[in-house]
T-cell receptor, first 114, second 115 residues
Framework: NAGVTQTPKFRILKIGQSMTLQCTQD?????MYWYRQDPGMGLKLIYY???????DKGEVPNGYNVSRSTTEDFPLRLELAAPSQTSVYFC?????????????FGPGTRLTVT | AQKVTQAQTEISVVEKEDVTLDCVYE???????LFWYKQPPSGELVFLIR??????QNEISGRYSWNFQKSTSSFNFTITASQVVDSAVYFC????????????FGGGTRLMVKP
């Protein structure tokens, strides 16, 4: 099993550009999450999904969009990138609710917006 | 609102020393869950432990142990006989019982174990 994979690993965007961060898991997990990690800070939840076709906002959803058309994939879309979105983005998945089951994390995508 | 504080931003020890990472949390719920995750230099977070608010028993797993004290709202993590491979950033996290998919993470503690 590859676990949770994320692409790309690094990306530099100009202000106003858009991009999609890809996330795929092969563990047949129902729950998937997107977090951002700012320097010296803990992770903050952007969006999560409890199954295909269902998504919900986390703590910091503004400026992002997600979709969940399959169990395996959970892409994160950035529209009109801003310097405040410079961060490391982590995708994670879990078998069920995050409070009850451990989350498995991808290696992260380091995004810089200039 | 829930909050997790890891006051130690960085700790440096010499191999074989014991080290304790502090975690203090705030919540109004009586049902909640506490976690520790490790972030090695490779970047991806690795789950270490989950504890629910009704289970105050301390836990030991090899060189790792966790001390949960509701009276002080703390969930501290001790590494005994530290090794260079323990060098990482360690995060404490909290989930309230009615917000099952929202984990609140502390700011993390960077542990450096020198040979």
């Amino acid at each position: 099993n590859a676990g949770v994979t994320q692409t790309p690993k690094f990306r530099i965007l100009k202000i106003g550009q858009s991009m999609t961060l890809q996330c795929t898991q092969d563990m047949n997990h129902n729950y998937m999450y997107w977090y951002r990690q700012d320097p010296g800070m803990g992770l903050k939840l952007i969006y999560y999904s409890v199954g295909a076709g269902i998504t919900d906002k986390g703590e910091v959803p503004n400026g992002y969009n997600v979709s969940r058309s399959t169990t395996e994939d959970f892409p994160l879309r950035l529209e009109l990138a801003a310097p405040s979105q410079t961060s490391v983005y982590f995708c994670a998945s879990s078998y069920n609710e995050a409070s009850l089951y451990e989350q498995y994390f991808g290696p992260g995508t380091r995004l810089t917006v200039t | 609102a829930q909050k997790v504080t890891q006051a130690q931003t960085e700790i440096s020890v010499v191999e074989k020393e014991d080290v304790t990472l502090d975690c203090v949390y705030e919540t109004r719920d009586t049902t909640y869950y506490l976690f520790w995750y490790k972030q090695p230099p490779s970047g991806e977070l690795v789950f270490l432990i989950r504890r629910n608010s009704f289970d105050e028993q301390n836990e030991i797993s090899g060189r790792y142990s966790w001390n949960f004290q509701k009276s002080t709202s703390s969930f501290n993590f001790t590494i005994t006989a530290s090794q260079v491979v323990d060098s990482a950033v360690y995060f404490c996290a909290l989930s309230e019982g009615n917000a099952g998919n929202m984990l609140t993470f502390g700011g993390g503690t960077r542990l450096m174990v020198k040979p």
